[in-house]
DNA sequence: ACTGATAACGATACCGGTATCGTTATCAGT
DNA sequence: ACTGATAACGATACCGGTATCGTTATCAGT
């Protein structure tokens, strides 16, 4: 492999052109005190020498780098596609770019200080301002904009975007319970975060709104993964006196169960009722459709993104909290429950 | 909202040490003349200041950024999130960054431009290597590392990832041919790019390998987008003589499939064999799930990054193609061909 | 006592742009 | 003819780091 020579900078163009430095960079930037002939021989100069600006050089003086950056745990999870999905379009609307940062694969203890790192080198050199989803850090300290999507903690120094986790699930219990089911299991998200806290609440105050007695039994604390939702839904549909549906605090938790319904042969919706929660596109997809709680990933992307450009420009953004509403999606997993003759 | 102040610079940190911006520098920089004394107090006011250097200021004078970047059309698709997992996973794996930047929503005729644009600004300021996934420029001109996933033209001055599209539909039409299926349609992907016109060529000639005749009827020319693809098996179901099976230039091609097989309540794969191609995440959840061609994306991508990394470090690779092989994924959407008695 | 090597650190030019201030030519208005 | 405004452009400091070269103190080896 060889490459093409490269390094032509804006002192070469000017020679090139023969006109100062300045005058090239005014022409750049579309300044309006120049010649358009100046303009247009500087612009055949610039194409001819196949030269661009170096986004570091400019960055460095002017502080303006019309760029968006994104931090996400991994750039491949359902979750994250949908948030990207909805910030990249706000963001291309408005003319901005989007750079997107993977914090995966670091150690877990070291990757709050690493974001935090990470937030305060691209802000004031790679990017205007930064969307941060799910973050690890209980603060981050940074000068310039910053919105969080989904934050783990409940109460934080900037913009946050949340959905409205207790509604959901509550509104998910009414719909099981208006179905006759009366034992209903729970599989709860990572116990730490906050949206697994308000999802839970939901559960317990869905149950209790209905005057059904809370069983510890039926509580299992998941994780949010498939894998431990595997053992949490075993657990559930080992006990004596089963639950006839479970609501699951994510989607994923969500296949977990229907895996576990696969290996012990039971149906889905027949023999046992499952809500999830995200409405992550696989959701549509399964063997049955799965009723879920929609919160709207893509929204809390755009909005998110929204903010953050407001930020940029200097416009104020008063509120701190920014709800995104849920909605239950009602598919083909549940079903009325037939009382036993 | 309030921010933080910032703007601690190199030169705070020397001043309230007490020793020089070099040393600090050394610091940072873990160059092993500095007294362990020295670098520890250096390290407590950085820790104090919340200093973190400029990636502007440090590549626009070392020229290296310890990252790599991406230029994908778009980042919510299945496909590009199956090439970002495997990248970023070789990517962190060597202890760099990923910088990912999306294309989307971007005039597509400007597109090409910008891109090349984009390429001459990341690299050589913000990235040390890029890695581009379906360019849309013939050619880009860059003095740094540059790798293609999937590259649209057959010839690219650069290395390039693709997979064997040729033998991948081969295999798999030798599969529908060993079930008896005698006539098969082929829905092809976008008739301009390099991977459609391998396809098809494998089409064509496993047929031809069978001794089957070629109808000129039963080839639809798609997009590799699911709203073309419907209109395409429309038209080949509408066929005097059908075909029963449908050979599609991706999954979701053959998704469309799917979407008119049930407004026409033809069951798959009763009444239908469906095959796919690229083994996207949905296709093992549709109902029934996919038979398809497993492109392994994600190894594409791997091997992407791990040879923009060669490059980066100064290795030479010579090979400017690289073939990732394709495996036909057998599940549910064909059936042997039963003999109408 | 002198030499040379080395450890530890400092001074300063420089990367490639933009911001700022200055200069020159031209011309309308009196 | 002189003044002031304006259009068009140039010279240069500067952004915040690192590379390069230099300096000083210390000490082992003769």
Redo the contacts with the bound molecule.
């Keep these: 492999m060889r490459y093409l020579q490269s390094?032509?900078?804006?002192?070469?163009?000017?020679r090139e052109a023969?006109?100062?430095?300045?005058?090239?960079?005014?022409v750049?930037?579309d300044?309006?005190?120049?010649?358009?002939?100046?303009?247009q021989s500087v612009r055949r100069v610039i194409e001819a020498l196949g030269?661009?600006?170096?986004m570091?050089?400019?960055s460095?003086?002017?502080?303006?780098t019309n760029v968006v950056g994104l931090i996400v745990p991994d750039l491949w999870h359902p979750f994250t596609s949908l948030v990207i999905k909805g910030i990249s379009q706000e963001v291309a609307a408005q003319r901005y770019d989007l750079l997107a940062y993977a914090s995966a694969g670091r150690n877990v203890n070291a990757l709050a200080s690493w974001e935090q790192q990470l937030v305060a080198r691209l802000n004031?050199?790679v990017t205007d301002g930064i969307i941060v989803v799910t973050p690890n850090a209980a603060q981050y300290r940074t000068a310039f904009p910053l919105v969080a999507v989904d934050p783990h903690q409940a109460n934080t120094d900037f913009p946050a975007i949340i959905s409205t986790n207790y509604q959901g699930v509550n509104e998910a219990m009414s719909y099981l319970i208006a179905l006759g089911h009366r034992r209903i299991g729970f599989i709860t998200g990572r116990p730490a975060l906050q949206s697994s806290i308000r999802r839970l609440e939901g559960y317990i105050n869905g149950l209790a709104q209905a005057g059904i007695p809370e069983d510890p039994d039926l509580i299992a604390t998941g994780d949010y993964t498939r894998a431990r939702a595997v053992e949490c839904a075993r657990c559930l549909l080992s006990l004596a006196n089963p639950p006839t549906a479970i609501m699951a605090a994510s989607d994923e938790t969500a296949f977990g169960v229907y895996a576990v319904a696969a290996e012990r042969h039971l149906r889905i919706p027949e023999d046992l009722s499952v809500v999830g929660f995200d409405n992550i596109v696989e959701s549509a997809f399964t063997n049955p459709p799965l009723t879920t709680v929609d919160q709207s990933i893509e929204k809390m992307g755009g909005l998110a993104a929204e903010i953050v450009l407001k930020l940029i420009q200097g416009q104020p953004w008063e509120s701190r909290l920014n709800k995104v509403s849920t909605r239950l999606v009602i598919r083909q997993s549940c079903r009325p429950i037939v009382p036993v003759s």
């Design positions: 390094g032509v900078t804006i002192r070469d163009v000017a023969g006109v100062s430095v300045s005058t090239v960079s005014r750049l930037n300044k309006d005190d120049v010649a358009p002939e100046t303009a030269y661009a600006s170096s570091a050089a400019r460095l003086r002017s502080r303006v004031g050199s």
